[in-house]
């Protein structure tokens, strides 16, 4: 396995692009200098030895050796020891609604956007639990595969859109259905949590619970929502222009279903929690989930790392040494090939 300890250090690569245009600028305010004294086809001849592209490539031989001790300053490092690590905890399946819908502002600062705090906030709390994520809108997609990888898992939460998923719609039972194949041949204590404001446009929710209920899995539901609902924004870019409306010029109120998240939860063998303005109840159901037996879990990981940043320090050293001897001077077998100089006769 290969990896960076350091990969901030990565930013220093910005001040490369930053070199590059200031040797762009320094080349044509010496022409444009050395213009003042005469037409450049007699300066030119004035200091025959002199190669642009000789000077160029000592440049681009710094560029390189600096580019390669950052890379050492990032330590690469290659795996070394695999171990095997037994953990306990459950495997999570978080469905995360992405339509339209879960942009209404009833729960500030809008039902999208305090769900993924929520889930952030879960993550956080997860100590040898395994997560996957699950979008959905008409269609249902993986957005993250069941890992344990927490700083992954937040990364992908906090991409999430309504215009991750393209088709619209609310099909919960679809996503019960990819989140119940996404936990594959585990035999490790299972749940679902779906966070929704309830709308479904499918009508097959239900049986989707009852197979998952089959292979030993909880459903847990959110209603993202509140009972009075709340119109459905429209953006251009990031300015909000006004709201949804019908074919009739109406606003469109979108209202929390409740009934139906209650079914399926219910069916789902786990709990129903409705959100509210100060929070999701996310936590609530954790801690009932937390309550699940959690199996032990073994798996193969790399305990142990090798620095390798000796060898591009070696490199970069190398490029640097090579630096000193390329003169800016023509050489004799460089002024035989135009190619490499166009001042070469």
């Not at 906030?121 to 994520?133: C, T």
Request: net charge neutral; proline share 2%.
């Amino acid at each position: 396995m290969f990896r960076f300890a350091h990969i901030y250090y990565f930013y220093l690569l910005a001040i490369i692009p930053v070199f590059v245009v200031l040797l762009v600028l320094f080349l044509l305010w010496k022409r444009k200098t050395l213009a003042k004294y005469g037409d450049w086809a007699v300066i030119r001849n004035l200091i025959p030895d002199y190669s642009v592209w000789k000077s160029i490539l000592k440049f681009i031989l710094v560029m390189v050796a600096l580019a390669s001790l950052v890379v050492a300053l990032a330590d690469p490092q290659t795996g070394s020891r695999l171990e095997k690590i037994k953990r306990k905890g459950i495997d999570l399946m978080i469905c995360l609604d992405v339509s339209n819908s879960m942009m209404a502002q009833d729960i500030k600062p809008n039902r999208l956007e305090r769900a993924k705090q929520s889930i952030v906030r879960l993550i956080d709390n997860l100590e040898g639990d395994r997560i996957g994520i699950i979008v959905f809108a008409g269609k249902a997609y993986t957005q993250l595969p069941i890992t344990t990888d927490y700083a992954a898992a937040k990364m992908f939460t906090a991409s999430i859109n309504t215009s991750i998923v393209t088709t619209q719609g609310t099909a919960i039972g679809e996503a019960i259905e990819v989140a119940a194949n996404g936990f594959g041949e585990s035999k490790h204590n299972k749940a679902i949590v779906v966070i929704t404001d309830g709308e479904d446009h499918e009508g097959n929710v239900l049986e989707q619970a009852e197979e998952a209920v089959k292979k030993n899995i909880a459903i847990y539901t959110i209603g993202m929502g509140l009972a009075e609902g709340a119109p459905i924004p429209v953006y251009s870019g990031d300015v909000q222009t006004g709201y949804r409306k019908d074919k009739e010029g109406q606003t469109i109120m979108s209202k929390l279903d409740e009934t139906l998240l209650q079914q399926i939860a219910g069916v789902g063998k786990g709990m129903y929690v409705r959100a509210t303005t100060s929070e999701t109840g996310l936590n609530k159901i954790f801690d009932d989930i937390s309550k699940i037996e959690k199996s032990e879990i073994e798996e193969k990981q790399f305990s142990d790392y090798e620095d390798r940043f000796q060898y591009f320090v070696a490199f970069a050293l190398f490029l640097l040494i090579l630096d000193l001897f390329v003169f800016e001077r023509k050489t004799k077998w460089m002024g035989r090939f135009k190619p490499f100089d166009s001042d070469s006769k």
